[in-house]
């Protein structure tokens, strides 16, 4: 049996010490308890604030999980220094500021989404239902998470994208006003007279549906191209992507209509072949052949 008294005495201080911690521990529980509860009740009053200031639902649900978070780090600081006297709030903070180089640096990427998703939220770029373009990416914002923002494209598919990604790269929100500008190239031959031939075009698409009149149309002589005058049709419509495809049918399809009723060419690209050597041309005429180089 004395080979055991020593394992008997250190069980015996043991038992002691944790007899004399239980009012700590007791104590520390409850303020564990507290901390729950007033995080929850923080928590609630900080959503309402943010759905007050109508601010954006992925936004105030991160108002709501950060304040529960920063409360529960004060009750859990309160309770291990209760539990734990020697322990002062200073090494206490200490301890969690090297931890949290550690997570930082052990989830950077995640913490970087984390951080550019605030950004976005904050900012206000874009809102949910706008249709944007990045890079190769494009369609309609669906939902702006913490870490993506998942955007449907015109397709039918869900692309999930990096908070940073958008962050980093130039984003072009198609939607973010209701009216938008749109252009069409019209060519004409050089045969016809230019003149004309803008005035008819600015006409009739003045009268095209779906534009908006009160901003007219504009048409501009571009350029002289490869087998035609290339004229700039510019007119603005509601900014979805529908009504760009919508206005554009409309204006194609009126354009070349009243084009053919004036008679006035829109030419094919013409071509212009050249050889090295003469061809023998083979030439028919009155049942007998004959052949020339041309």
């Not at 995640?110 to 990416?137: S, Y």
């Amino acid at each position: 049996m004395k080979f055991f008294d020593p394992l008997f005495s250190q069980l015996q201080t043991i038992w002691v010490g944790f007899v004399q911690m239980i009012p700590q521990l007791l104590l520390a529980l409850i303020v564990v308890a507290v901390t729950g509860l007033l995080a929850r009740l923080f928590s609630r009053m900080a959503r309402l604030a943010a759905r007050k200031a109508r601010t954006r639902r992925a936004l105030s649900d991160l108002v709501q999980t950060l304040t529960g978070i920063l409360v529960w780090i004060l009750g859990i600081l309160i309770a291990a220094t209760i539990l734990f006297p020697s322990l002062t709030p200073a090494e206490l903070i200490g301890a969690l500021g090297i931890a949290g180089i550690a997570i930082g640096l052990a989830f950077k990427d995640i913490f970087e989404n984390f951080m550019a998703g605030i950004m976005i939220m904050i900012r206000k770029p874009m809102r949910i239902g706008d249709v944007i373009e990045v890079e190769d990416t494009s369609g309609k914002v669906e939902e702006i998470t913490i870490r993506d923002t998942y955007i449907r494209e015109m397709s039918g598919e869900l692309v999930l994208v990096p908070n940073s990604y958008l962050f980093k790269n130039p984003v072009e929100i198609l939607t973010d006003r209701e009216l938008r500008r749109y252009e069409l190239i019209v060519g004409v031959a050089y045969g016809e007279n230019a003149g004309e031939c803008r005035d008819l075009i600015e006409k009739t698409a003045a009268g095209v549906d779906g534009i908006d009149a009160g901003k007219g149309v504009e048409v501009y002589a571009t350029e002289f191209g490869a087998s035609s005058i290339d004229f700039r049709v510019r007119w603005w419509a509601d900014s979805a992507p529908r009504t760009m495809h919508q206005t554009r049918s409309n204006m194609v399809i009126a354009i070349k209509a009243a084009l053919d009723e004036a008679g006035i060419e829109i030419p094919f690209p013409y071509r212009t072949l050249t050889f090295a050597e003469p061809l023998p041309v083979e030439m028919q005429g009155s049942g007998k052949d004959s052949s020339k180089a041309a």
